[in-house]
């Protein structure tokens, strides 16, 4: 596997996303997916990153999602770059989300892709953890095509 032989500090897993309107077995199945591709390049010594993904109908849905995970990784990622999902009702999930992994979780450092762009939304973050907001790259190409 060509990946295992790069050095690189960490790999985020493949984000299956999980949303609301779909199945719960849909849910779970791309769910098995991220945390299968992950242990499976963590026994090739990769170095994951776990993906943070899916807005929860309820409170168990969130335990089942992020009890899956490792307690207290060095570091997580969510991804927040989705225009056409930019509801009020959106970011107030977003906001939980990030709040639950936190209390679930208790990553030492939280990757927000696509957060500098939506930082005013993304609201308060919690205090503890290390948030890392990061552009979106087609955010980026956007910019770049506009200059040129």
Not at 30 to 50: A, D, S
Request: net charge positive.
């Amino acid at each position: 596997l060509k990946i295992s032989e790069e050095e690189w500090d960490g790999v985020c897993i493949p984000d299956y996303s999980i949303y609301t309107d779909e199945p719960f077995a849909q849910q779970l199945w791309n769910t098995y997916r991220q945390r299968w591709i992950g242990r499976f390049w963590q026994e090739l010594g990769i170095k994951i990153i776990p993906i943070i993904s899916g807005i929860a109908k309820d409170k168990s849905h969130t335990e089942w999602f992020l009890g899956t995970l490792p307690k207290e990784p060095p570091v997580v990622a969510l991804q927040v770059r989705t225009i056409g999902r930019g509801g009020k009702k959106y970011w107030v999930e977003i906001q939980k989300l990030i709040r639950d992994t936190i209390d679930i979780v208790s990553p030492q450092k939280f990757i927000i892709y696509g957060g500098i762009e939506h930082e005013s939304r993304l609201g308060t973050l919690p205090k503890g953890t290390e948030f890392i907001l990061l552009d979106s790259y087609m955010t980026k190409r956007r910019h770049g095509l506009k200059k040129g």
